[in-house]
């Protein structure tokens, strides 16, 4: 059974940084595709950073050079360090896996966490 559990969130105010994690059971987690996502109040959720088997990332333009994905396959951990923060950063933060073969980037996530809620004050 894939599980796979956020922790890391918090409140924290503009121009800070923050660093989520992924703790990931259950799968192949060194050749999975594997992702964050986010979802703010009243809003879709969007990709936030993605990384793939071939360690090809991706970046949506609203968080380049700010966010940097990153997995530890020794421990299966994956991490998004999150730098710059603004408000419009606020949001609940989704790890979530997929097939080593998805493209960069997907959504076609097969596995999903339950979140982290990010509030990023003025």
């Known amino acids: 059974q894939v599980q796979l559990v956020e922790s890391g969130g918090g409140l924290v105010r503009t121009g800070d940084s923050l660093r989520l994690s992924c703790a990931a059971s259950g799968l192949t987690f060194s050749t999975s595709t594997m992702a964050w996502f986010r979802q703010a109040p009243g809003k879709e959720r969007e990709i936030v950073a993605q990384?793939?088997?071939?360690?090809?990332?991706y970046y949506p333009d609203s968080v380049k050079g700010r966010f940097t994905i990153s997995r530890d396959s020794a421990n299966n951990i994956l991490y998004l360090q999150m730098n710059s923060l603004k408000p419009d950063d606020t949001a609940v933060y989704y790890c979530a896996a997929g097939s080593r073969f998805l493209p960069v980037p997907s959504y076609d996530m097969a596995y999903w966490g339950k979140g982290t809620l990010v509030t990023v004050s003025q």
């Open positions: 990384t793939n088997w071939m360690s090809t990332t």
